[in-house]
């Protein structure tokens, strides 16, 4: 029987390593696409050169020739005027107020601010033809009946006066379209126009109307980027049946879809943006870009360093990045023209150094599989969700209740049936992919179990009595090479796995993703403290009866201090191990700078899980071999289960290339051997007939 069930585990794990023939399918075109495109931001670029005292033109003309390929251009709105110093906001009510307060003294008396409304906006400029465009645009608004009234402009004196029939906070923020100066201004400069629209809903669906009508009026582009509707103030309403519109009016632009996010969006998009997409039938390009938060006090290297990681690890193929020009540098001195196109040029050399070609981006090419492949790729995950239901009964003695027991093991294949018969494609790798993750960590540990301690279970092994002693000292070679042989295939079998099931283009687009990152570590960890317990609950069972009169007895047991300390600590540990599996920004400045260390010498930084706890637990196994089932085997086990559960975590990262996870899961096991080699020294020279020893 346990022959057999072992030979069952590694046919699983070969099953699982085939996977990596689909997974790698994408391999060559993420090695191919290698171009990366640098968008500067127009209104940012237009606020410097405003600061600077310099010609918004000859700005854009520097940052292309730093690097920059195209540039981001939004409508033009009253408060980005404003901020780029093209324009004077005044709100009417203040201005009136201020007006009938200094009525004795103006020139006028007290009728001369009559003609100022409240209630009304002004906007003082010296560009007629923005003048006139502004009023244009507003008296669209009016006939639609968005705003009450009709705006006005007043010339004189060299200056012109729009006055519009709105209060101040909305006025100032309402898309008014794309100023045609602002399209010139950015393609005189050599640099391609990327239009930002905005994804539904906008606010009424009057306004979405205008807006596509003013989106229809742009040239074509290369792609557009998408952003959420800047325009609060109106009733919120969704427009999910208005998607298809926005994606049509992208298509007549034949234009691709920009999929923007920041480090901490995790590349995640909504609903909306997916359908949009779909309807332009695009294909998306990843846009990486800094958190605004982060943007005043994120030095230049620490940003450089964010876009690279993102152009690396998350195949993102355009940076949207801001120029960036401080008030003053240190020293007091005043910013300088070329102050604001440094940073492209220290961007585009890092790409370059990195192997990366700056131009004009290109979306990946995500193929759709053929149906059956979910299939046939859930097989092998199916047949380690019933070997670790099997191992895990065997363990706690439970194979005398058949029907229960025989239930457990079959019920992952029809579990996995009905994922796909219910949700399709998507949910049936997506409920694979958690199973593989939950479940081969396990056969991980059970295989190098079963090498190290031998398939008749003695003493040293879970299931062996509390009180005997099993073999002592290191390993024999051929079960340190067996053992270290089926840690690694099934862990990387398990990524292989994951990858395979999940690279189709929903998730590969990332509108859909990996779910249940946290319960892939918190299962096999809880279902391993029951592996590791069995001896003892299988001891409880016998002594205290029926499982009720156990249960009963359950408050009355006798902890002695290790083992509630031991607990203690397993738990914090535990604890600690899952919520770091989210993303932790503010990290510790040790941890943040031997990460940064790891990935200047290593190339691709492995993951801490590997490095720490997964391959020193497999050393510590191997060249210990602790004597009984103590602390030191379960800590060591959790690690090696940890560790194989980091391998799979990282490839069922798809939005990563599957090179740069393997080259990551192979540098873990570089730098995570020889840690656990001095580990393993250390313990055994602890160890040596001392009451730790024994206590291990």
């Given at each position: 029987?346990?022959?057999?069930?072992?030979?069952?585990?590694?046919i699983?794990?070969?099953?699982?390593?085939?996977?990596?023939?689909?997974?790698?399918?994408?391999?060559?075109?993420?090695?191919?696409?290698?171009?990366?495109?640098?968008?500067?931001?127009?209104?940012?670029?237009?606020?410097?050169?405003?600061?600077?005292?310099?010609?918004?033109?000859?700005?854009?003309?520097?940052?292309?020739?730093?690097?920059?390929?195209?540039?981001?251009?939004?409508?033009?709105?009253?408060?980005?005027?404003?901020?780029?110093?093209?324009?004077?906001?005044?709100?009417?009510?203040?201005?009136?107020?201020?007006?009938?307060?200094?009525?004795?003294?103006?020139?006028?008396?007290?009728?001369?601010?009559?003609?100022?409304?409240?209630?009304?906006?002004?906007?003082?400029l010296?560009?007629?033809?923005?003048?006139?465009?502004?009023?244009?645009?507003?008296?669209?608004?009016?006939?639609?009946?968005?705003?009450?009234?009709?705006?006005?402009?007043?010339?004189?004196?060299?200056?012109?006066?729009?006055?519009?029939?709105?209060?101040?906070?909305?006025?100032?923020?309402?898309?008014?379209?794309?100023?045609?100066?602002?399209?010139?201004?950015?393609?005189?400069?050599?640099?391609?126009?990327?239009?930002?629209?905005?994804?539904?809903?906008?606010?009424?669906?009057?306004?979405?109307?205008?807006?596509?009508?003013?989106?229809?009026?742009?040239?074509?582009?290369?792609?557009v980027?998408?952003?959420?509707?800047?325009?609060?103030?109106?009733?919120?309403?969704?427009?999910?049946?208005?998607?298809?519109?926005?994606?049509?009016?992208?298509?007549?632009?034949?234009?691709?879809?920009?999929?923007?996010?920041?480090?901490?969006?995790?590349?995640?998009?909504?609903?909306?943006?997916?359908?949009?997409?779909?309807?332009?039938?695009?294909?998306?390009?990843?846009?990486?870009?800094?958190?605004?938060?982060?943007?005043?006090?994120?030095?230049?290297a620490?940003?450089?360093?964010?876009?690279?990681?993102?152009?690396?690890?998350?195949?993102?193929?355009?940076?949207?990045?801001?120029?960036?020009?401080?008030?003053?540098?240190?020293?007091?001195?005043?910013?300088?023209?070329?102050?604001?196109?440094?940073?492209?040029?220290?961007?585009?050399?890092?790409?370059?150094?990195?192997?990366?070609?700056?131009?004009?981006?290109?979306?990946?090419?995500?193929?759709?599989?053929?149906?059956?492949?979910?299939?046939?790729?859930?097989?092998?995950?199916?047949?380690?969700?019933?070997?670790?239901?099997?191992?895990?009964?065997?363990?706690?003695?439970?194979w005398?209740?058949?029907?229960p027991?025989?239930?457990?093991?079959?019920?992952?294949?029809?579990?996995?049936?009905?994922?796909?018969?219910?949700?399709?494609?998507?949910?049936?790798?997506?409920?694979?992919?958690?199973?593989?993750?939950?479940?081969?960590?396990?056969?991980?540990?059970?295989?190098?179990?079963?090498?190290?301690?031998?398939?008749?279970?003695?003493?040293?092994?879970?299931?062996?009595?509390?009180?005997?002693?099993?073999?002592?000292?290191?390993?024999?070679?051929?079960?340190a090479?067996?053992?270290?042989?089926?840690?690694?295939?099934?862990?990387?079998?398990?990524?292989?796995?994951?990858?395979?099931?999940?690279?189709?283009?929903?998730?590969?687009?990332?509108?859909?993703?990996?779910?249940?990152?946290?319960?892939?570590?918190?299962?096999?960890?809880?279902?391993?403290?029951?592996?590791?317990?069995?001896?003892?609950?299988?001891?409880?069972?016998?002594?205290?009866?029926?499982?009720?009169?156990?249960?009963?007895?359950?408050?009355?047991?006798?902890?002695?201090?290790?083992?509630?300390?031991?607990?203690?600590?397993?738990?914090?540990?535990?604890?600690?191990?899952?919520?770091?599996?989210?993303?932790?920004?503010?990290?510790?400045?040790?941890?943040?700078?031997?990460?940064?260390?790891?990935?200047?010498?290593?190339?691709?930084?492995?993951?801490?899980?590997?490095?720490?706890l997964?391959?020193?637990?497999?050393?510590?196994?191997?060249?210990?071999?602790?004597?009984?089932?103590?602390?030191?085997?379960?800590?060591?086990?959790?690690?090696?289960l940890?560790?194989?559960?980091?391998v799979?975590?990282?490839?069922?990262?798809?939005?990563?290339?599957?090179?740069?996870?393997?080259?990551?899961?192979?540098?873990?096991?570089?730098l995570?051997?020889?840690?656990g080699?001095?580990?393993?020294?250390?313990?055994?020279?602890?160890?040596?007939?001392s009451?730790?020893?024994?206590?291990?």
């Amino acid at each position: 029987m346990n022959r057999r069930f072992h030979n069952l585990v590694w046919i699983t794990v070969v099953l699982a390593l085939l996977a990596a023939v689909p997974a790698s399918a994408r391999w060559a075109e993420e090695a191919a696409n290698t171009t990366v495109e640098i968008v500067i931001d127009h209104h940012e670029a237009a606020r410097s050169a405003a600061r600077l005292g310099e010609d918004p033109t000859r700005l854009l003309a520097r940052a292309q020739e730093a690097g920059a390929v195209s540039a981001a251009v939004r409508e033009v709105t009253l408060l980005r005027l404003r901020d780029q110093e093209r324009l004077i906001l005044i709100d009417g009510s203040q201005a009136s107020a201020v007006l009938e307060a200094l009525a004795p003294i103006l020139p006028g008396g007290p009728g001369g601010g009559a003609a100022v409304r409240p209630g009304w906006t002004y906007a003082v400029l010296e560009d007629g033809d923005l003048a006139r465009w502004l009023l244009e645009a507003w008296t669209t608004y009016s006939r639609a009946g968005i705003i009450a009234g009709e705006p006005a402009l007043h010339a004189g004196q060299g200056r012109y006066v729009l006055a519009v029939p709105e209060q101040t906070p909305r006025a100032r923020v309402l898309p008014l379209g794309f100023y045609p100066g602002d399209l010139q201004q950015v393609q005189a400069a050599g640099l391609d126009v990327i239009p930002v629209v905005y994804e539904p809903p906008l606010r009424t669906a009057r306004m979405l109307d205008l807006a596509l009508e003013r989106w229809r009026r742009l040239p074509p582009a290369r792609w557009v980027l998408i952003e959420q509707d800047p325009a609060p103030g109106f009733p919120g309403v969704d427009y999910p049946e208005r998607y298809a519109d926005v994606g049509a009016v992208i298509r007549s632009l034949e234009a691709e879809v920009g999929l923007l996010e920041d480090w901490d969006m995790l590349g995640y998009q909504s609903r909306g943006l997916r359908e949009v997409t779909a309807a332009a039938g695009a294909r998306g390009i990843r846009v990486f870009t800094v958190q605004p938060d982060l943007l005043p006090r994120l030095p230049a290297a620490e940003q450089i360093a964010q876009h690279l990681a993102a152009v690396r690890e998350r195949k993102v193929r355009a940076v949207h990045v801001y120029p960036l020009l401080p008030a003053q540098d240190q020293n007091g001195a005043a910013p300088r023209p070329e102050d604001a196109t440094a940073f492209i040029a220290g961007l585009k050399s890092a790409l370059e150094d990195a192997g990366f070609r700056v131009g004009p981006a290109q979306p990946f090419a995500h193929r759709a599989p053929a149906p059956w492949t979910g299939w046939v790729l859930a097989v092998p995950a199916a047949l380690a969700g019933s070997l670790a239901a099997a191992a895990t009964l065997r363990y706690l003695g439970l194979w005398r209740y058949r029907l229960p027991s025989l239930a457990a093991v079959i019920l992952p294949w029809p579990a996995l049936a009905a994922a796909g018969v219910l949700g399709g494609q998507v949910l049936l790798r997506q409920a694979a992919a958690l199973l593989a993750a939950m479940t081969l960590p396990l056969l991980t540990v059970e295989l190098a179990w079963h090498a190290l301690y031998g398939g008749e279970r003695p003493a040293a092994t879970p299931a062996g009595p509390a009180g005997e002693a099993g073999p002592v000292g290191r390993a024999s070679p051929a079960a340190a090479a067996a053992a270290a042989a089926g840690s690694v295939a099934a862990s990387l079998g398990g990524g292989f796995l994951a990858a395979a099931l999940l690279s189709t283009p929903e998730f590969l687009q990332v509108w859909e993703y990996f779910r249940g990152v946290k319960v892939s570590f918190a299962v096999p960890i809880a279902v391993l403290a029951l592996w590791c317990a069995a001896p003892a609950l299988r001891g409880a069972w016998v002594e205290a009866g029926p499982p009720a009169a156990w249960l009963r007895a359950l408050p009355r047991a006798r902890l002695s201090l290790p083992q509630v300390l031991g607990v203690a600590v397993l738990l914090a540990a535990a604890a600690l191990i899952v919520w770091r599996t989210a993303s932790i920004r503010d990290a510790l400045a040790l941890e943040l700078a031997v990460r940064d260390l790891l990935q200047d010498l290593m190339g691709v930084r492995p993951r801490f899980k590997e490095v720490l706890l997964g391959w020193p637990g497999l050393a510590v196994l191997i060249l210990v071999r602790p004597r009984r089932p103590g602390w030191l085997f379960l800590f060591a086990s959790a690690g090696l289960l940890v560790g194989a559960g980091s391998v799979i975590n990282s490839f069922a990262h798809v939005f990563t290339p599957v090179a740069v996870s393997l080259w990551r899961s192979v540098n873990g096991l570089l730098l995570g051997i020889p840690l656990g080699l001095a580990a393993a020294a250390l313990l055994r020279r602890l160890a040596g007939g001392s009451a730790a020893g024994r206590m291990w």
